[in-house]
Structure formats: structure tokens, C-alpha cells
């Protein structure tokens, strides 16, 4: 297999850095990075990588977090034809040890921002470690790392050249662990080709310019986080993260006047609770992306009147389908009639990619009829970190496709004649109350409405030995004194056992790592209140 153009995830990056390194590539808070700048950076990583590390070491840990290290760590890993795999210094620390052991990864690189939670970590990471400080003035207790190798910031004087790596197709570009910060993380290794197959797509789609400016929300550790920067550096455009002060990400569209945003609905959610949904708030947006999570079609209006000059558009795409896999343009005029119980739809494929619904047999379901949505083609990735049992449950042939492998998603759909894609929701929203089948997202939906805010979602409640005996409405920003009414809303709308029995009010609403509402964390809450 080729790689497109024979090029690899860095290759924009370093092409931006030969043809413009004196335009911003980095701009955190009031301090602004060049492309030559940010290479000075990382190039003293990649050149210390090729020094230190054998052939067999594919793929080196980072942790850090919105910093200039983090994002010269990534450039600097790649550039040593290298992958990465993201460390996240908000992840429960049990978790952080067992992804970087099934890493496998025998160097880490640590960024100043992450300095306590290496030395939490230390003393109990077994193995040796390579550990590497790219930023001065700090180093790890010496005693705490006594049995590691701590390469420092003094040690990194040669700064290599930005020359383009030659990394296999089949080499991992990068390696994450999905499940959100509860479970047991399941390794998803996205191979060169797979990245490359999705920037060479996105760069015709979105046709990104040196003059962009990007919002950069989601956390390393989730995989959208790799179109922003590469997308954005691709072009030679200026990535533009926001700080954790931040209220929401949502405020830096005005402030940093930024051209192209990418986030999970939930902060464009946050966003309209704040009131800072107004029409004609975001003049500066050309594109306003969003993926991760289901788009309600009130969120994506509200959104396209606020940012009246841009192009909405919804994405769809599992990690283990590398970023997002189809698309659905919103059209203020013709979508609304397109949505299925109030979610915009999620799509047509990228092209040279494929989709189709199945039934519990494995057919391909007729057009109209909801099934399983799996997906096809160069961006799905071989399957799970060395677990070939959840391998070959996800990652499956389908009759009359030969041997051709297809990622079973979780998600139901629809499609229609057209080969758009609706969403209908989770396998795993899908709960039985009373005997009934209950898909939540339908209640979700007539609580959006009844309540007047984004922030609403539907919990089975109360568990009892794993099971639930009704539904609660679960509210964000809402009146309590409305509650009366929402419930009869409901009443009117479903079936009665799917009605809530009770509104709770959340002053915020929980959510993951990703900046997805925690369905989870909420019924935990809900058990201790």
C-alpha cells in the first residue's frame, strides 16, 4: 500500500515550515509560536528520538497538556517517523498507568504543566523508562527517578531538520485508548495510511487557507484533537487553543477571531446556556464543525444563526474509523424536515469510504429499515491493541461483501434511497423499562423541547440489581417552576412508560473527558443524592 503522495501525518507540517516558517502556527493565550519556532521545539525532540531510541520502539508516550510541549511533543514524536500515544493528566491515575503499560512504550516525554503527576506516577511504574524533559527549569525528584533515564532540556541542544520521515504505511501514527475515562481502555492503533487517507479528504473538503485560524477544544487524548492540528497545520494556518480559565471554548470565536471551529455538541450546548448564541455573534467563522456526539437539529439552527456566515456541517466517525467517516451538511431551509426524532442526520461517506446497516445476522438491512451501522474502507483501522477477541467482535466480514472487514459501530441507523444515514441512536441507550424497549434519545428530545435547553437528558432510574423501573428528566439551566409542564409534554408525546417520573436540576452538567455528557456520572450522582 502507498501512502497519498507518499506522505505521512507530519508532512504539512514541515512543508509549512520550509514555505512560511514566519507565520503563527502556535497561539496559546498571548504568547504566539512561528512555524520555525515551533519546529526549534520539536526538532530538538525528534533529533534526541533518532539518537536514542532502536528501531523496535514505534511508539513513544506523551504526557502533557495544552502546552507549547505538548503540541512540540506530538511534532517532535512524528518527526522521528515515530507514533504517539497521549497521556491525559485528568484521567484517574489507575487508568494512566494501565494505558501506558499496554503502550507498551518504553520512552515518555513530559511537559512542565504535568510535573506532579509524573511524580506520582513514578513509583509505580515497574518498568524501565526513557524519560525525556523537554521544557527548562524543572526535572523529576532524583530519587523517585533513580532507575529511569531522564534526558533534560540541557540535553537537547541539536535541533534536527525539518525533512519528511518515512514511517511504513502500516507504522502507527498514533495510538489512543477508548471508553472515556471509565472501563477498561481498549488500544486503537491508527496507522499512517488510515491518518493520511483522512487528511488527504479533508484537506479537499475543507480546503483550509494560511489565513484560518483554528479552534483546537478536544484533549489529545480524543482523536478529533488530531484533525485540529493537522488540518490546520496542513495548511499553514494558525492552530489556536483554548486555556482550562477559559468559561468555554465557545467565548475564544470572538476574542481570537477564529475562522474554523471543531467541537463535541455539548460545548456548543454550553455556549447557548451562557447566552452566547446570539444571531450574528460569530461573524468570523467560515466552517463550524461538530462530531462525537449526536447533533440536535435546535443546536445546529441556533448555531447557524449565530455564526450566519459559515458552513455547518455534522461529522460521524468512531477512533477506530480514524476522525469522522461521513458528513451532512445543515441547510436552514431543507434539514429540519430531514431529522429523525430531532438529530440532524449524520450522513453521506467520505469518499472511497463505505457504510451500511446489518441485522443480528450480519445482512445488509433494505433501504428504509434500521440496522447496526458499520463502516468500511482505507480509514478503519486493523482493530484492538493486542486483544483479538474484542478484535474479532467489532471487526467483522458481512455476507455477500467477501472478505472485505467492516467496524460494527454500536450505532443504529437508517438510510435512504439517497444513501444518507440517520441516526437513531446507541445500542447501549437503548434500555428495557417495564418489559418495553426504550430508546432514550426519544425522551431526550421532547425534554430539549418541553424545557428549553440543550442541556437535558433522559436516565434510567431507579437501578435496581442493574435494571431500571422508570425514567428521570435530567435538566441544565432550565426553571424548575416549568416542571409541571415538561412532564406533561412528555405525557403527551410518549408512551406512558416512558414518561418521566421525576425532573432533576443539575447546576452543570457532568461530563467526560471528551466534553460529552456522562450518562454514567450522572446516575452516580443521582445514587448519592
Not at 240 to 262: H, M
Not at 298 to 325: D, F, K, M, R
Not at 344 to 363: H, K, L, S, T, Y
Amino acid at each position: 500500500m502507498v501512502l497519498p503522495n507518499q506522505r505521512s501525518l507530519i508532512s504539512g507540517f514541515l512543508h509549512s515550515v520550509k514555505t512560511s516558517p514566519a507565520h503563527p502556527a502556535l497561539e496559546l493565550g498571548d504568547d504566539v509560536l512561528t512555524y520555525e519556532q515551533l519546529w526549534n521545539y520539536a526538532g530538538k525532540i525528534t533529533a534526541r528520538l533518532q539518537e536514542t531510541l532502536d528501531a523496535s520502539e514505534g511508539v513513544v508516550a506523551l504526557l502533557a497538556s495544552r502546552s507549547v510541549g505538548a503540541y512540540g511533543g506530538i511534532l517532535g514524536i512524528l518527526g522521528s517517523g515515530r507514533g504517539y500515544c497521549p497521556l491525559n493528566p485528568k484521567f484517574p491515575f489507575d487508568r494512566t498507568l494501565v494505558m501506558l503499560k499496554a503502550s507498551g512504550c518504553r520512552t515518555l516525554i513530559v511537559g512542565q504543566e504535568c510535573a506532579a503527576t509524573l511524580e506520582s506516577l513514578l513509583p509505580h511504574l515497574e518498568q524501565q523508562l526513557t524519560i525525556l524533559i523537554p521544557d527548562a527549569g524543572w526535572e523529576p525528584n532524583a530519587s523517585a527517578a533513580k532507575k529511569h533515564r531522564v534526558i533534560t532540556a540541557r540535553e537537547l541542544t541539536k535541533v534536527a531538520e525539518p525533512a519528511e520521515p518515512h514511517p511504513s504505511p502500516d507504522a502507527t501514527a498514533y495510538l489512543l485508548f477508548t471508553s472515556g475515562s471509565t472501563g477498561v481502555p481498549k488500544g486503537v492503533a491508527v496507522s499512517q495510511s488510515n491518518a493520511c487517507a483522512y487528511m488527504e479528504y479533508a484537506k479537499k473538503r475543507f480546503g483550509f487557507r494560511a489565513d484560518d485560524r483554528c479552534s483546537q477544544n478536544f484533549d489529545l487524548t480524543f482523536d478529533l484533537s488530531v484533525h485540529d492540528l493537522f488540518v490546520c497545520w496542513d495548511a499553514g494556518a494558525t492552530l489556536v487553543p483554548y486555556s482550562e480559565q477559559t468559561l468555554t471554548p465557545a467565548t475564544l470565536v470572538d476574542e481570537k477571531e477564529l475562522t474554523c471551529w471543531f467541537s463535541v455538541p455539548s460545548v456548543a450546548m454550553f455556549a447557548s446556556k451562557v447566552g452566547l448564541l446570539t444571531p450574528g455573534a460569530f461573524p468570523t467563522l467560515r466552517w463550524s464543525l461538530f462530531c462525537g456526539e449526536a447533533l440536535s437539529a435546535s443546536l445546529a439552527e441556533a448555531w447557524q444563526q449565530s455564526a450566519n456566515n459559515s458552513i455547518v456541517e455534522n461529522l460521524y466517525g468512531p477512533t477506530e474509523a480514524t476522525i469522522a467517516i461521513t458528513w451532512y451538511r445543515w441547510d436552514s431551509k431543507t434539514s429540519p424536515a430531514e431529522c429523525v426524532s430531532g438529530l440532524v442526520p449524520i450522513g453521506w461517506p467520505f469518499d472511497d469510504q463505505q457504510i451500511c446497516a446489518i441485522n443480528d445476522n450480519r445482512e445488509v438491512v433494505p433501504t428504509g429499515e434500521s440496522g447496526e451501522l458499520c463502516l468500511g474502507g482505507s480509514q478503519v483501522t486493523r482493530g484492538y491493541l493486542n486483544d483479538p477477541e474484542k478484535t474479532a467482535k467489532s471487526f467483522v466480514k458481512l455476507a455477500h461483501t467477501g472478505e472485505k472487514i467492516w467496524y460494527r459501530t454500536g450505532d443504529m441507523v437508517r438510510m435512504d434511497a439517497r444513501g444518507c444515514a440517520y441516526y437513531l441512536g446507541r445500542r447501549d441507550f437503548q434500555v428495557k423499562i417495564s418489559g418495553y424497549r426504550v430508546e432514550l434519545q426519544e425522551i431526550d428530545l421532547v425534554l430539549r423541547e418541553a424545557s428549553k435547553t440543550e442541556l437535558a437528558v433522559a436516565i434510567p432510574w431507579p437501578l435496581s440489581e442493574g435494571s431500571a423501573s422508570g425514567i428521570v428528566g435530567v435538566l441544565s439551566g432550565a426553571d424548575p417552576a416549568l416542571d409541571a409542564e415538561i412532564i406533561k409534554a412528555c405525557q403527551t408525546r410518549l408512551p406512558r412508560y416512558m414518561v418521566p417520573t421525576r425532573i432533576y436540576h443539575f447546576e452543570q452538567m457532568p461530563l467526560n473527558v471528551n466534553g460529552k455528557i456522562d450518562r454514567g456520572k450522572i446516575t452516580e450522582m443521582l445514587g448519592k443524592s
